[in-house]
């Protein structure tokens, strides 16, 4: 069954510090990895897709890493800002399985940054 | 318009009443989707439209679900005689490619339901 493991579950962090989000999976066979935001009260917004060719990717002050073979990612946040305090999701997505999308969401992790 | 829009943004209704979410998506794009997310959860599947036809409602969780997307445009989730654990909120995604895994799903704001 395909799988979708996100640590840590929530997290508080000082404004301006950084931090790393991870994300494990067990989807077969593998086509991207998603990560998206969503603010409290708001729908999704996509940060980064990583295809099995990319290992790392930014958007601004967000990184996303993709290992292949181990089947881990991690999404780092990079001088915190009030405004990062939100959910992350990993979704990850395979050519088959899954739900008939395609995609298999983790549970997120609920970052709260802290002034 | 400019994004996914999806009415009403809350409904708070009666256990056995029956109610209406609509989603509207970007403009352009063929492929719709429905899902459900619970607090502390992430979304659900629970049906995807490609034009007017629903290419797969095996997310839908009963028989008192139902969608329709009679132009291939705006899409209606219909809910039959509510039960408080339909209380969620219900993300609507659209997407220009009709390849669900590799388009780039664009959310709506969702439509929190509370069943009462």
């Known amino acids: 069954k395909n799988q979708v493991e996100q640590s840590p579950q929530s997290l508080i962090i000082l404004e301006g510090k950084n931090c790393t989000l991870q994300c494990n999976y067990t989807v077969s066979p593998f086509s991207n990895l998603r990560w998206y935001k969503q603010d409290t009260g708001r729908g999704p917004v996509s940060l980064t897709i990583m295809t099995f060719s990319e290992n790392t990717k930014s958007n601004g002050r967000y990184t996303a890493t993709l290992d292949a073979d181990t089947k881990q990612s991690s999404l780092h946040i990079t001088a915190s800002q009030l405004s990062d305090s939100a959910s992350y999701i990993c979704v990850v997505s395979a050519r088959s399985g899954g739900g008939a999308d395609g995609l298999t969401f983790g549970k997120g992790t609920h970052l709260i940054i802290q002034p | 318009g400019a994004g996914v829009s999806q009415t009403p943004s809350n409904k708070v209704t009666e256990k056995g009443k029956y109610v209406e979410l609509r989603c509207d998506p970007i403009?352009?794009?063929?492929?719709l989707y429905w899902y459900r997310q619970s607090l502390g959860q992430g979304p659900e599947f629970l049906i995807y439209?490609?034009?007017?036809?629903?290419?797969?409602d095996s997310g839908l969780p009963n028989d008192r679900f139902f969608a329709v997307r009679p132009e291939g445009s705006v899409s209606t989730l219909k809910i039959q005689r509510t039960e408080r654990g339909d209380s969620a909120v219900y993300l609507c995604?659209?997407?220009?490619?009709?390849?669900?895994?590799?388009?780039?799903?664009?959310f709506g704001e969702g439509s929190r339901l509370t069943v009462l």
């Open positions: 439209f490609q034009g007017t036809g629903a290419a797969d």
């Open positions: 403009s352009g794009h063929t492929a």
């Open positions: 995604a659209s997407s220009l490619t009709w390849t669900p895994n590799t388009g780039e799903l664009f």
